[in-house]
């Protein structure tokens, strides 16, 4: 008898229960024990109809992870799938928290489901660059109809109960799952209900056969913004087939892309990035056992932007938040902003009517630093100068309560010397949000020299509490993200010198993945901080500086690198700009040379991979992993190629070393010079991941 599945019969209902903690995944046992207990209540004369459940907090909520890229365990998912399926008596999934990937191919084996009001289901596997590989392609199109199969397939986000049961997918919405599955379950023996496969009902498939633009105008909804990816396109192919092909041909074809996907980069790059930021909320050098700091309530400093974007991230998650602030009036707009953008995200769908008063309420406002007296965590959202912040953490220290977390949102700052403004730097560490900070899923919890190993596992777990994917770092000009994304600017500036045009260097970067190029991002930004930073250093940057000079400050303008029409973000380009440059460069007596978007791809990428490998000499990241998932979270790097670090190790680590020496020579530039440990792991053959 499996350990994990057991079966027990409550008057002629066979419950076959699943109690495989932590999230009841697919695993060899799991699917061993349906399988022989599915089977034992066939058998029995006195069972009648079969109810499988999950024991703890969730249905299967998906394959079990560590046997990915091991050899297959008996037995396979499809067999078990056929025995619920073939059944002669009803078999009944009973669904609460979630039914994932195979926890709903199971599900939809079953020839009826029910689930609790808070149940999500969904087919997630696009996002490792799969697609369903038992059934799901096929049974879901004829539960729900193909075009919310494609939404659920192509899209990999999950539906709601009340959603599942107004399409189909569910028979009921029941208060409790276990309890009403079996009184589903008597509910149909009683009427005498004939089971119902999906294998043998095309009734949701007749309107695409007729016409297929049903499910064409879908699909092209659906991916009309996903570039560069395949398994989205590939899904498509396998709902197709549901239209075109009997089930088994059907079935059959599935397995066939699903193994095609399985083999690619695309899916493999995507598998690494989801098991990198599992890794990623390990912290090294603390110990697993560290308690975390009970945090009830949160108070930011700083009404901005980035602070009311910090207050609605910690609202959303049902903790109550005291924004701070140096006036009444910017305390006031600040809080009007956060209004009108709930009721904004509310006004399109994207939370519930009711939710803005409900946010709203938990974010309460106050003049002056007296009142963070009664917060757990204050985070100081200010403006970015070490003279402002330090006076800032000098009044923390003074109205803070013993034990509270003190974090700045600096995005460049020594966070070591903003401590020393305090009696308590073991307090004292970074919560570096990207913005908008409500929006955006990283967050760089920055270890300062004297950071408590409590604090910074509290840090990371409320992290994770709001939404966001916490990656530790340490201490340096720009910490991990901004640290390798001013390698890649200064490549992309001197790119100009060379007669690059904005376009061209923001379209090699955005072909290959990127959601914009360095020239966009900086006209987003605003061209005129880094003029009053450069100022402010005696440093000149004569094309941007001139920029500048014309009053081309980016978006805010209307104008910077390129040129923005009136309510559009859109980048246009701007023969002024490529007039400007070329002026420069006459003055300066440099010619314009023609230069490949591969040499623009190489010097911008592999100048970031560097500062990579030096942020790995340094310690400033635990891991080569903990890099990609700040790329992926923070910066946009395409999932698909796994982040900066896999990159390096797919395109070749000997590459990259040579291409840099070669641009360092060429561009007499000592910063593209390999770093040490490039060199090593590329004399050796190694990798980074």
Request: proline share 5%; charged share 25%.
């Amino acid at each position: 008898m499996s350990t994990v599945v057991s079966l027990k019969s409550h008057d002629a209902v066979g419950i076959v229960t699943i109690d495989s903690p932590p999230v009841n995944a697919l695993s060899a046992a799991v699917r061993g024990g349906i399988l022989d207990c599915v089977r034992q209540a066939i058998a029995d004369p006195t069972i009648q109809a079969i109810v499988l459940t999950c024991a703890g907090r969730t249905f299967i909520a998906g394959a079990d992870i560590t046997e990915f890229g091991k050899p297959p365990k008996k037995p396979g998912l499809d067999e078990v799938l056929t025995a619920i399926e073939s059944s002669p008596k009803p078999v009944i999934a009973a669904i609460r928290g979630t039914a994932l990937g195979g926890g709903l191919e199971v599900a939809l084996a079953c020839h009826f489901r029910v689930a609790d009001r808070n149940s999500k289901l969904g087919l997630p596997e696009v996002k490792l660059g799969l697609l369903p590989g038992a059934g799901g392609t096929q049974r879901l199109p004829r539960a729900v109809g193909p075009e919310l199969a494609a939404k659920m397939i192509i899209g990999g986000a999950p539906i709601g109960a009340v959603e599942a049961f107004q399409n189909g997918l569910i028979e009921e919405v029941v208060e409790e799952a276990s309890s009403g599955g079996k009184a589903f379950a008597r509910k149909i023996l009683a009427e005498g209900r004939p089971v119902r496969r999906l294998r043998d009902d095309d009734t949701k498939l007749a309107a695409a056969r007729a016409d297929r633009s049903v499910f064409t105008g879908a699909v092209a909804a659906i991916t009309k913004k996903m570039r560069g990816v395949e398994a989205p396109f590939v899904a498509a192919d396998a709902i197709g087939h549901a239209l075109d092909l009997p089930f088994d041909q059907g079935l059959k074809k599935e397995r066939e892309l699903f193994l095609q996907l399985m083999a690619s980069d695309q899916s493999k790059a995507q598998r690494y990035a989801f098991f990198a930021e599992r890794e990623a909320a390990k912290i090294a050098g603390v110990d697993a056992g560290t308690k975390p700091r009970s945090i009830d309530r949160v108070a930011i400093v700083g009404a901005g932007t980035m602070g009311g974007g910090i207050a609605m991230s910690f609202a959303n998650a049902g903790i109550p938040v005291i924004l701070v602030e140096t006036g009444k009036e910017q305390l006031d707009r600040g809080l009007g902003i956060i209004g009108k953008n709930y009721e904004a995200t509310a006004a399109r769908g994207g939370i519930p009517a009711d939710a803005p008063a409900k946010r709203m309420s938990l974010i309460s406002g106050t003049v002056g630093l007296e009142g963070i007296g009664q917060a757990d965590l204050i985070i100081e959202a200010v403006f970015e100068t070490m003279a402002v912040k330090k006076e800032v953490f000098r009044q923390l220290d003074k109205f803070a309560k013993p034990g509270a977390i003190l974090a700045t949102n600096t995005s460049f700052l020594d966070i070591n010397e903003i401590a020393k403004e305090t009696t308590r730097p073991q307090d004292v560490l970074g919560m570096h949000f990207f913005s908008p900070a409500n929006v955006m899923k990283l967050c760089e919890i920055v270890r300062a020299s004297a950071t408590a190993p409590d604090a910074l596992v509290t840090a990371v777990s409320l992290a994770r509490k709001i939404g966001k994917v916490p990656v530790v770092v340490g201490v340096c000009d720009g910490f991990v993200g901004n640290r390798m994304l001013m390698a890649r600017q200064r490549q992309a500036s001197q790119l100009l010198f060379d007669g690059v045009l904005p376009q061209q260097a923001d379209a090699a970067l955005t072909k290959f993945g990127m959601p914009m190029g360095p020239f966009a991002m900086g006209d987003l930004a605003g061209l005129d901080i880094g003029w009053r930073s450069r100022k402010d250093r005696g440093i000149k940057s004569e094309i941007e500086d001139a920029l500048c000079e014309a009053g081309r400050f980016g978006q805010k303008t209307g104008k910077g690198f390129f040129r923005y029409e009136d309510g559009s973000r859109a980048p246009l380009p701007d023969p002024e700009v490529e007039k400007l440059i070329d002026q420069t460069l006459k003055r300066l007596g440099r010619k314009r040379r023609s230069v490949s978007d591969e040499e623009i791809l190489e010097r911008t990428t592999y100048s970031m991979i560097n500062e990579g490998a030096r942020i790995l000499e340094e310690g400033i990241a635990a891991r080569a992993s903990d890099i990609d998932v700040v790329w992926l979270y923070g910066y946009g790097w395409p999932v698909y190629r796994g982040g900066p670090m896999y990159y390096a190790d797919h395109v070749g680590l000997k590459k990259i070393v040579d291409r840099l020496s070669y641009y360092a020579r060429e561009a007499n530039d000592p910063s593209l010079e390999p770093s040490p440990l490039l060199k090593s792991l590329a004399d050796q053959n190694a990798k980074f991941t």
